[in-house]
């Protein structure tokens, strides 16, 4: 059974830094591409962030660019979500979500949707 567990969440100042990490299971973790997905209060789903197999290929959405970084170890099987600069905008539950498919187009990486959800961390930013 696929699991994927996040953890780190938690208030945050404006400008202030969270980490956080989506521990999976049950599945060759090293055989996918990962993705964090948020939803604020609210809000739909938003898409943050992937990363491929290896680590070597990161993909992040504009408003999130410069200011998080994706990585993964995995010899952990982890996925990790450092989060700096924090806004009040970036107050959402987040979701460690496993890829379903990737692909190239026109040379560029591509992540098709995503199969298997954690249940979510929440992250507050305010004064």
């Known amino acids: 059974e696929v699991q994927l567990v996040e953890s780190g969440g938690g208030l945050a100042q404006p400008g202030g830094s969270l980490r956080l990490s989506c521990a999976a299971s049950g599945f060759s973790f090293d055989n996918y591409a990962m993705s964090w997905v948020r939803q604020a209060p609210g809000k739909g789903l938003e898409w943050v962030s992937s990363?491929?197999?290896?680590?070597?290929?990161?993909m992040y959405s504009e408003s999130q660019k410069g200011r998080f970084t994706i990585s993964r170890d995995n010899t952990k099987n982890t996925v990790y979500l450092q989060m700096n600069s924090l806004e009040t905008q970036d107050t959402a539950v987040y979701y460690c979500a496993r890829v379903e498919e990737t692909y190239y187009r026109a040379g560029n990486y591509c992540i098709g949707g995503m199969d298997s959800w954690g249940k979510g961390t929440l992250v507050t930013v305010s004064s």
């Open positions: 990363i491929n197999w290896n680590g070597a290929i990161t």
